[in-house]
């Protein structure tokens, strides 16, 4: 087991409403970006003296461009709806979790700044002034929201925490206060493509050393190719399935399917980087820029489609956002969805019976699957509402014979967040990284028992990082998270692949 | 916070990582292990030889399947795999084999 000098959750068969335990989170809060990281976002690099009146121009700024951030604002009514539906609530108990007291952090000051009633009567409307321990309290509790969005779906009003986290974190970073995992990452993609600051040459060492794997393993020369002009797909993926376990599972699994349906793909050193970090720090500016690599590889290599890999906030982009960011897209071939996802791409194959598998190859597992937040209730997929729930369970039901899901109050639109989304996917956060990871822990530990599930499928990088590093916190194994593509990767049968075993 | 090294001061940062790549030298694993109650055996001077060595050619750490590979290759089929690096490196061979290393910490969804 893993060590933790906190209180890990126990898991329990019944979810429990937790008991409050007012400040329990506080002293939470992530390393602030250096000065050098927030300028290279076009950020102060730190606190100016009127930093107060910096804060409230960016406020009324982002008023006056989302009329969403109004109306969030304003219309909570304190029914109470949301309380119990944060994993962070759930598992600190620290009622400022709680997504209406979230909201409230930065609604109090918007009163009474931006509102008749609290610029008159503060006190009587819950308004409250713009200091320091308001500021210190934005970045704490703004950084243990994963926005993840599972609040929205019960607000009988439909408001969005994560928009206004996402609002909260661009007022923050405009006054030069700055996150520096999410703001040195972006910093890493503008110099050299990607998070992970991964080089060309490191890419091609990687992916040709997968071939060989390939080769090996099957005897069919699968190719990854890096920057191949004319190629007729383009694959974006987040760069941790170049680097991590077990996403390169599925990178392998995603370039077998490309292999078996014919067509010519290729990676680009330009766009190594599905994430789009801009989206977590609430940056419109930074989001596009981010986004633009994708469009500028595209035209240089001259592709006609692209495809998308595993990554959870990636797709919420691409899917939701990509046209507007950086469209139009009339340059690619109109017969296909700009983008697509993977598995939208590898469960048409399926459906047109142009993959076999040997679902045997999974017999050691038994599945169940999780729904990240941002593929859940930010995106869809294929041609049909709630696709984008059973097209990845389609695949897994067609490359496994065991497969169950966990409880329905825990899955699809209702699903639980890893606990490590949103931009807190870092080592300073792991003690709320591993509590708000409780209540999807305690729904596989149900499953675990109930059916003898040993493994749960994701397709985001940060899921499955996030896994990798708390299932041990819980007693559980690092491995037991797994690539939907690692599941197509064990079954699929190549045309002329080795039979020996 | 400055770690002591050889009766030199070195710059660390939040996370425990050289400041400045140059400043490395073997003492620094040595130390880092010390505060981590670890003891620095050939099997880790392998690893964190290889990733200086990697470091040098490609300006970062070696992906963990690379890494694996190449400890497979080198020194036996059987330590070839995660689990051995675990074993060695309980935070991580990305991250903390990296650290003892000199190598700035990998960023990013791992």
């Not at chain 1, 870092?426 to 109930?450: S, Y």
């Amino acid at each position: 087991m893993a060590k933790a000098d906190f209180a890990v959750p126990e898991l329990k068969e019944y979810a429990e409403i937790p008991v409050i335990q007012p400040g329990s989170m506080q002293h939470s809060s992530p390393f602030k970006s250096k000065p050098e990281f927030q300028e290279a976002l076009g950020f102060p690099g730190e606190l100016a003296p009127d930093w107060q009146k910096q804060a409230l121009a960016k406020m009324g700024d982002l008023l006056g461009r989302y009329r969403s951030l109004r109306v969030y604002l304003d219309s909570c009514v304190k029914c109470g709806a949301c309380t119990d539906k944060c994993h962070y609530y759930l598992g600190t108990k620290d009622p400022k979790n709680m997504p209406v007291a979230r909201q409230d952090l930065l609604r109090k000051v918007y009163r009474r700044y931006f509102t008749l009633a609290g610029r008159l009567f503060p006190q009587l409307v819950g308004a409250e002034n713009l200091t320091e321990e308001v500021l210190d309290d934005w970045y704490s509790y703004y950084h243990q929201c994963s926005q993840c969005r599972r609040c929205s779906v019960f607000c009988p009003y439909g408001i969005d925490t994560a928009e206004i986290s996402m609002a909260a974190r661009e007022i923050m970073d405009s006054i030069g206060v700055g996150q520096k995992y999410c703001n040195e990452i972006i910093g890493k993609v503008y110099k050299i493509g990607n998070n992970l600051g991964l080089p060309g040459p490191a890419l091609q060492d990687t992916l040709e050393g997968l071939e060989e794997d390939v080769l090996d393993d099957t005897g069919v020369e699968v190719k990854y190719p890096l920057d191949q002009e004319g190629a007729e797909i383009l694959l974006v993926t987040p760069s941790a399935d170049f680097f991590a376990e077990p996403h390169v599972d599925g990178l392998i699994g995603y370039g077998k399917v490309f292999h078996e349906a014919g067509v010519s793909w290729t990676l680009s050193t330009h766009a190594s980087e599905a994430a789009n970090f801009g989206m977590f720090i609430g940056s419109y500016e930074n989001m596009r820029r981010v986004a633009l690599r994708i469009r500028e590889a595209a035209i240089k290599l001259k592709v006609k489609r692209i495809v998308f890999g595993e990554c959870g906030h990636a797709w919420r982009v691409a899917y939701s956002f990509l046209n507007t960011l950086v469209g139009p897209w009339d340059f690619l071939d109109p017969r296909y969805p700009v983008p697509q996802h993977i598995c939208e791409f590898t469960y048409s194959l399926i459906q047109q019976g142009k993959l076999r598998f040997d679902k045997s190859q999974n017999d050691d597992k038994v599945l169940t699957y999780h729904d990240s937040c941002n593929v859940a209730r930010a995106s869809r997929m294929g041609d049909k509402p709630g696709g984008q729930f059973e097209i990845p369970r389609a695949i897994i039901r067609a490359t496994c014979n065991h497969f169950y899901d966990m409880g329905e109050e825990t899955i699809r639109d209702r699903t639980f967040c890893c606990g490590g989304g949103g931009g807190l996917l870092t080592d300073d956060l792991m003690e709320v990284r591993v509590k708000g990871a409780q209540p999807r822990l305690e729904a596989l530990n149900n499953v675990m028992k109930e059916k003898g599930v040993t493994h749960m499928a994701a397709i985001c990088a940060i899921c499955k990082s996030q896994f990798t590093k708390v299932l041990p916190y819980y007693g559980m194994d690092m491995d037991q998270i797994v690539s939907v593509h690692q599941l197509v990767s064990n079954a699929i049968i190549l045309t002329g692949q080795d039979d020996d075993e | 916070m400055p770690i002591e090294v050889n009766g030199k001061s070195l710059e660390v940062d939040e996370e425990g990582y050289l400041a400045n790549i140059n400043d490395w030298e073997p003492g620094v694993a040595d130390v880092m292990s010390k505060e981590d109650d670890l003891t620095l055996t050939d099997e880790h001077w392998d690893i964190i030889n290889y990733l200086r060595e990697y470091y040098e050619e490609y300006q970062i750490a070696p992906a963990v399947r690379v890494l694996t590979k190449a400890v497979g290759k080198k020194f036996g089929k059987d330590k070839g795999n995660s689990k051995y690096l675990y074993g060695l490196f309980p935070y991580g061979p990305a991250k903390q084999a990296c650290r003892y290393a000199g190598l700035p910490k990998p960023t990013g969804c791992v």
